[in-house]
């Protein structure tokens, strides 16, 4: 059984930062992709940044050059630095994680950037 565990969100103001991070259980990770994706009120999930097993990353447009995703296989855990947030970053943050065909899903964490 995989369990995904988000922390590190918040309420911050426009311009600032957070780092968000998932704790992963079980043995898969490492094989694993693994993602960050992002739901605001009355709008789809949508994709944030991923990170594949050997560390290729792919960000959503509206979040390159503000966020970084990075991985730690030692501890089972991805994180994502989040830069120059701005009011429309404010969703929950769910941790993804893919593994040949399966996938499994925190229960995310807020984020609210005020203006």
């Known amino acids: 059984q995989v369990q995904l565990v988000e922390s590190g969100g918040g309420l911050v103001q426009a311009g600032g930062s957070l780092r968000l991070s998932c704790a992963a259980s079980?043995?898969?990770?490492?094989?694993?992709?693994m993602g960050w994706y992002r739901q605001a009120p009355g709008k789809q999930r949508e994709l944030v940044a991923t990170?594949?097993?050997?560390?290729?990353?792919n960000y959503a447009d509206s979040v390159k050059g503000r966020f970084t995703i990075s991985r730690d296989n030692a501890k089972n855990t991805v994180s994502l630095q989040m830069n120059s947030l701005k009011p429309e970053d404010t969703a929950v943050y769910y941790c993804?994680?893919?593994?040949?065909?399966?996938?499994?899903w925190g229960r995310g964490t807020q984020v609210t950037v005020s203006s």
């Open positions: 993804r994680a893919i593994y040949y065909g399966l996938t499994y």
């Open positions: 079980g043995s898969i990770f490492s094989s694993s992709t």
């Open positions: 990170i594949t097993s050997g560390g290729s990353t």
